[in-house]
């Protein structure tokens, strides 16, 4: 069996470009000369009928009026069956009040996801009754889809800036941030679309797997600050880097993976590039920098 998954967003929150930047990769975008790239959503199915979303981005509505296999099938029936969360931060879930027209769906999170959601007076507008919330135990399978099998695993990372306190940790293991695993058949997809640093458990999880979907939010961890853009650190934000002796690139070098693609990429990120070394290093080292709309199976 083999899970097909449509990258509905590539980009990081505040998507490329970004509303009011300026840096090079926003205006270049502006320019049309490198691809716009809307806010972090994969969509999955097994069918190609049935659909699951792996977050819900803000830019929901539009990504939806893009592709094809998400247009309702009917008046008022869209193909949606199902949401699911991996972090409450606003690039992940402000996509859920998009979808709050009437429509029954399944959204599924862990119970501190769900808290966070439900902290939110406003989320009120997405219907319980339409849309029940499943709580999700770390490592309990549960059915994403008929048929496609679905895992959560905790991932280090910090919990959403709206829920920042004096004092934040920024690679936290537990139910704030998780990554997502597919089971269909042998089929085995993983998406960890934030991930602060990869730790020997993680690495055995992602070895062997058909499909993987990875943070690229960053190629190194001081690019906002180098490119004037603001104070923080990628690992400050809990994103581990794409380059360097402890990125993802040499961190995941050994591991056995059928395709190996970048998601969540911030505006900054100079891979977005076609031209830059920094892309062809990340291409060389068999890595696919994903784009909106690109389809992959597994
Ligand atoms: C992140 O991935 O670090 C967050 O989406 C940042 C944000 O909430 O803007
Ligand atoms: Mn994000
Ligand atoms: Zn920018």
């Given at each position: 069996m083999?899970?097909?998954?449509?990258?509905?967003?590539?980009?990081?929150?505040?998507?490329?470009?970004?509303?009011?930047?300026g840096c090079t990769n926003c205006n270049l975008a502006r320019a049309g000369t490198i691809?716009?790239?809307s806010q972090s959503s994969v969509a999955v199915s097994l069918d190609g009928t049935s659909w699951?979303?792996?977050?819900?981005?803000p830019d929901l509505r539009e990504q939806f009026a893009r592709v094809p296999q998400l247009a309702p099938t009917d008046l008022r029936v869209s193909p949606l069956r199902s949401v699911l969360v991996t972090n409450g931060?606003?690039?992940?879930?402000?996509?859920?009040?998009?979808?709050?027209?009437?429509?029954?769906?399944?959204?599924?999170?862990?119970?501190?996801?769900q808290a966070a959601l439900s902290g939110n007076p406003m989320m009120a507008a997405v219907d319980r009754q339409l849309v029940p919330r499943r709580t999700i135990s770390l490592e309990t399978p549960f059915e994403l889809l008929?048929?496609?099998?679905?895992?959560?695993?905790p991932v280090p990372g910090k919990v959403p800036l709206y829920l920042e306190g004096e004092t934040v940790e920024t690679d936290l293991e537990g139910e704030q941030t998780v990554g997502v695993e597919l089971a269909a058949g042998a089929t085995r997809m993983l998406y960890i679309p934030g991930c602060?640093?990869?730790?020997?458990?993680?690495?055995?999880?992602?070895?062997?797997?058909?499909?993987l979907f990875f943070d690229g939010t960053l190629w190194q961890d001081d690019e906002m600050i180098r490119e004037g853009l603001g104070r923080k650190t990628g690992k400050r934000m809990g994103h581990i880097s794409m380059s360097g002796a402890d990125g993802s690139i040499a961190g995941l070098a050994g591991l056995e993976i059928g395709a190996r693609v970048f998601v969540h990429?911030?505006?900054?990120?100079?891979?977005?590039?076609?031209?830059?070394?920094?892309r062809a290093e990340a291409e060389a080292a068999g890595w696919i920098i994903a784009r909106d709309g690109m389809e992959l199976t597994a």
């Open positions: 083999s899970i097909r998954a449509i990258i509905l967003g590539a980009a990081a929150g505040g998507g490329l470009p970004q509303w009011n930047c691809p716009s790239l699951a979303l792996l977050n819900a981005s931060d606003i690039d992940h879930v402000a996509g859920l009040l998009t979808l709050r027209e009437k429509q029954p769906f399944d959204l599924f999170a862990t119970a501190e996801i008929p048929g496609l099998e679905a895992r959560l695993f602060a640093r990869i730790t020997p458990a993680l690495a055995e999880r992602i070895d062997g797997a058909d499909m990429m911030n505006n900054t990120n100079p891979v977005l590039r076609p031209d830059a070394g920094e």
